[in-house]
């Protein structure tokens, strides 16, 4: 039973609440709300997904809501002056390159990620500013808000595009060599070193593709506003690492899922869903979230404390003689 | 782990069980202001809470937080749930155009007030200060207190919201009949008197004493300068500000700011709700449209007495 709840606990706390909520308040369970629920979670989702890799390989990056606001800004202004395909194919490059330049600070150079993605945050805001005079960019065509917050079909596009961001990064953490060495970079640099694992390349490839990640996101914030804003996205790194951290996924590397991070992404964004249905206060709702985000790594920490606790008692049995 | 279920659960009954009540027959009027931590809104809250009690209306109030996105998002919401009006207090004017135009699509009314929704969404009316007239006002009050000629800097808000933008084309448009008052530096301080008093320090060592006349800033954020300004000795640099917190009738009182004008916040969101009252009642023909404005009158040291601050 324990097991279980160590294993599933996350998915059981989810999936107690929805259904609390879901019989508490009938706004709450509108199919409405339901995809309103997934699309305003959407940006969110992406980043983190990108964030739990880099957390797994044993960093984080502070730089992915700058990051994403420079997608925004360039996709803007490349849209303007000649056509959305080229405005999103611009941002996802700035933002690519971003990561890049994280990536290659933080493994060639060697300095610590903290330190690297804060410098990048605070340079990428600042070239925004001073490119822009911190003036928003308007005039975009009215199309555009589609990637926002328009469908294809039945399905909304954030979304979409959250749900393929989650599928294929999974598939890239569990199912590819790459993801493995991710994993084993994170859980032990020198042991896979040793191994034969190009390490710098892989935390550089890590971070370059949680700039794009975080560059996919500017856009679709973008897609809301059809407005680029220098501000956008401010404090969205920190979102994203609470949903990685509620997921499961260790702060110190080595550990975690995208299906986790999902589930926490979900987690945080029905909260706050609910706070707001439930017509609780906004100047209460951060103490909630803060206390959720306590709550939940206070459980990890504990949980594993007991695994370990039982661990050392087995072994302590088997080594007697029998 | 199941008791920290348990324990969880036991959060959510009691942070929701106390405000999870059902109201009948009553119109929701879903209100989202753009950023609720600033004092500005203070009291601009207390007015949409006294109207919804005066006019039996179940009112919904969510935070913008400051970002753009996290307001679309307040507004999807509202759609989503339904309500019978929109009030909103936009940060960008533009930024919300597109999901305004999706509330029209569903077909729910929407009301801006304080800050503009920009062209291209419908609006049942604006409710506010003109910002123009605004910025007019305060270039009234600057002449009034330097006369027709002199070296002025201009510390404006945040830049890109409508108050900012359109305060500083009232300012220049009066200006522009007077050729020898120059704005000679103008700084964004982000409506935060600590960057503004940054702001304040640095064109105080660049403009030496004789060579600036007067300190405009569009918002109340430039008391803590003008105490600086005043410290140091910078008794000649006149200064002009915008809104009326408790702050600003201190000193204006004291001398140090020669005077403000007046914005109050307070009768924008209870006027607002009353817009929202008589739309949802069917009198539709009795809102000022497309604007309703609210009186901004200039505040002096000699008629400070008469007006009570605006938070």
Same mark, same amino acid.
């Given at each position: 039973?324990?097991? *279980?709840?160590?294993?599933?606990?996350?998915?059981?706390?989810?999936?107690?609440m929805?259904?609390?909520?879901?019989?508490?308040?009938?706004?709450?369970?509108?199919?409405?709300n339901?995809?309103?629920?997934?699309?305003?979670?959407?940006?969110?989702?992406?980043?983190?997904?990108?964030?739990?890799?880099?957390?797994?390989?044993?960093?984080?990056?502070?730089?992915?809501?700058?990051?994403?606001?420079?997608?925004?800004m360039?996709?803007a202004?490349?849209?303007?002056r000649?056509?959305?395909?080229?405005?999103?194919?611009?941002?996802? @490059?700035?933002?690519?390159?971003?990561?890049?330049?994280?990536?290659?600070?933080?493994?060639?150079?060697?300095?610590?990620? *903290?330190?690297?993605?804060?410098?990048?945050?605070?340079?990428?805001?600042?070239?925004?500013?001073?490119?822009?005079?911190? +003036?928003?960019?308007?005039?975009?065509?009215?199309?555009?808000?589609?990637?926002?917050?328009g469908?294809?079909?039945?399905?909304?596009?954030?979304?979409?595009?959250?749900?393929? %961001?989650?599928?294929?990064?999974?598939?890239?953490?569990?199912?590819?060599?790459?993801?493995q060495?991710?994993?084993?970079?994170?859980?032990?640099?020198?042991?896979?070193?040793?191994?034969?694992?190009?390490? #710098?390349?892989?935390k550089?490839?890590? *971070?370059?593709?949680?700039?794009?990640?975080?560059?996919?996101?500017?856009?679709?914030?973008?897609?809301?506003?059809?407005?680029?804003?220098?501000?956008?996205?401010?404090?969205?790194?920190?979102?994203?690492?609470?949903a990685?951290?509620v997921?499961g996924?260790?702060?110190?590397?080595?550990?975690?899922?995208?299906?986790?991070?999902?589930?926490?992404?979900?987690?945080?964004?029905?909260?706050a869903?609910? @706070?707001?249905?439930?017509?609780?206060?906004?100047?209460?709702?951060?103490? %909630?979230?803060?206390?959720i985000?306590?709550? #939940?790594?206070? *459980?990890?920490?504990?949980?594993? +404390?007991? !695994?370990?606790?039982?661990?050392?008692?087995?072994?302590?049995?088997?080594?007697?003689p029998? | 782990?199941?008791?920290?279920? %348990?324990?969880? @659960?036991?959060?959510?009954?009691l942070?929701?069980?106390?405000?999870?009540?059902?109201?009948?027959?009553?119109?929701?009027?879903?209100?989202?202001?753009?950023?609720?931590s600033?004092?500005?809104?203070?009291?601009?809250?207390?007015?949409?809470?006294?109207?919804?009690?005066?006019?039996?209306?179940?009112?919904?109030?969510?935070?913008?937080?400051?970002?753009?996105?996290?307001?679309?998002?307040?507004v999807?919401?509202?759609?989503?749930?339904? %309500?019978?009006?929109?009030?909103?207090?936009?940060?960008?004017?533009?930024?919300?155009?597109?999901?305004?135009?999706q509330?029209?699509?569903a077909?729910?009314?929407?009301i801006?007030?304080?800050?503009?929704?920009?062209?291209?969404?419908?609006?049942?009316?604006?409710?506010?200060?003109?910002?123009?007239?605004?910025?007019?006002?305060q270039?009234?009050?600057?002449?009034?207190?330097?006369?027709?000629?002199?070296?002025?800097?201009?510390?404006?808000g945040?830049?890109?919201?409508? #108050?900012?933008?359109?305060?500083?084309?009232?300012f220049?448009?009066?200006?522009?009949?007077?050729?020898?008052? +120059?704005?000679?530096?103008?700084?964004?301080?982000?409506?935060?008197s600590?960057?503004?008093?940054?702001?304040?320090?640095?064109?105080?060592?660049?403009?030496?004493?004789?060579?600036?006349?007067?300190?405009?800033?569009?918002?109340?954020?430039?008391?803590?300068? !003008?105490k600086?300004?005043?410290?140091?000795?910078r008794?000649?640099?006149?200064?002009?500000l915008?809104?009326?917190?408790?702050?600003v009738?201190?000193?204006?009182?004291?001398?140090?700011?020669?005077?403000?004008?007046?914005?109050?916040?307070?009768?924008?969101?209870?006027?607002?709700?009353?817009?929202?009252?008589?739309?949802?009642?069917?009198?539709?023909?009795?809102?000022?449209?497309?604007?309703?404005?609210?009186?901004?009158?200039?505040?002096?040291?000699?008629?400070?007495?008469?007006?009570?601050?605006?938070?």
């Open positions: 039973m324990r097991k *279980f709840f160590q294993t599933y606990g996350l998915f059981v706390t989810f999936v107690v929805f259904i609390v909520l879901a019989i508490w308040s009938p706004a709450f369970r509108s199919p409405q339901m995809l309103n629920l997934l699309q305003q979670n959407a940006v969110n989702g992406i980043i983190a997904c990108g964030m739990t890799l880099m957390m797994i390989s044993g960093g984080f990056d502070l730089s992915v809501g700058a990051n994403a606001a420079l997608s925004g360039v996709g202004a490349l849209m303007l000649f056509s959305i395909p080229v405005g999103m194919l611009g941002g996802i @490059l700035a933002s690519t390159a971003v990561g890049l330049i994280n990536g290659l600070l933080i493994a060639k150079a060697g300095i610590n990620p *903290f330190v690297t993605t804060l410098g990048t945050q605070i340079i990428t805001r600042g070239l925004i500013y001073v490119s822009t005079n911190a +003036k928003p960019i308007y005039g975009l065509p009215l199309s555009y808000m589609t990637v926002g917050l469908k294809v079909g039945p399905f909304p596009v954030a979304t979409s595009l959250f749900v393929l %961001v989650a599928i294929i990064t999974h598939i890239l953490l569990k199912h590819t060599p790459f993801g060495y991710v994993l084993s970079v994170g859980g032990n640099e020198e042991a896979a070193r040793l191994s034969g694992i190009n390490v #710098a390349k892989v550089t490839l890590v *971070f370059t593709l949680g700039g794009a990640l975080a560059g996919l996101g500017g856009l679709i914030l973008l897609g809301q506003t059809i407005t680029g804003q220098p501000q956008a996205a401010s404090g969205y790194e920190l979102n994203a690492i609470a990685v951290v997921g996924t260790s702060l110190s590397g080595g550990q975690g899922s995208i299906t986790g991070t999902v589930l926490g992404v979900l987690l945080m964004g029905m909260i869903n609910a @706070l707001n249905l439930l017509n609780v206060s906004p100047y209460w709702q951060p103490v %909630v979230t803060g206390m985000i306590l709550l #939940a790594v206070g *459980f990890d920490a504990a949980s594993k +404390k007991a !695994a370990l606790r039982q661990r050392i008692r087995k072994g302590g049995q088997s080594a007697k029998s | 782990m199941r008791k920290s279920i %348990v324990f969880v @659960l036991a959060l959510a009954l942070l929701f069980g106390s405000v999870a009540s059902a109201a009948d027959k009553q119109f929701t009027i879903g209100a989202t202001i753009w950023d609720m600033n004092p500005f809104y203070a009291n601009f809250i207390q007015g949409l809470y006294d109207a919804a009690e005066d006019f039996n209306l179940n009112l919904l109030l969510r935070d913008g937080q400051g970002d753009p996105n996290t307001q679309v998002a307040v999807r919401q509202y759609i989503a749930e339904n %309500v019978d009006l929109i009030l909103i207090v936009p940060g960008d004017a533009q930024a919300v155009v597109p999901v305004i135009i509330a029209n699509q077909g729910i009314p929407v801006a007030a304080n800050n503009r929704v920009g062209e291209g969404a419908e609006v049942v009316t604006f409710v506010g200060a003109d910002d123009f007239y605004f910025g007019q006002q270039a009234r009050l600057l002449i009034q207190a330097i006369g027709t000629k002199g070296n002025v800097a201009y510390l404006m945040e830049l890109g919201t409508s #108050a900012q933008v359109l305060r500083q084309a009232g220049e448009d009066v200006l522009k009949d007077y050729p020898d008052i +120059k704005i000679v530096t103008a700084i964004s301080d982000g409506w935060d600590a960057r503004s008093l940054a702001a304040t320090q640095d064109i105080l060592l660049k403009y030496p004493a004789g060579t600036l006349d007067a300190i405009v800033n569009q918002g109340p954020a430039g008391v803590p300068g !003008a600086y300004s005043h410290q140091i000795g008794t000649e640099v006149k200064w002009i915008g809104d009326f917190p408790r702050d009738k201190e000193v204006i009182k004291e001398g140090i700011v020669y005077g403000t004008v007046l914005q109050d916040p307070y009768p924008q969101a209870y006027e607002a709700m009353r817009m929202a009252e008589l739309y949802l009642t069917g009198r539709d023909d009795e809102i000022p449209k497309p604007n309703y404005f609210i009186e901004l009158p200039l505040v002096t040291s000699e008629n400070v007495d008469q007006f009570e601050p605006s938070w």
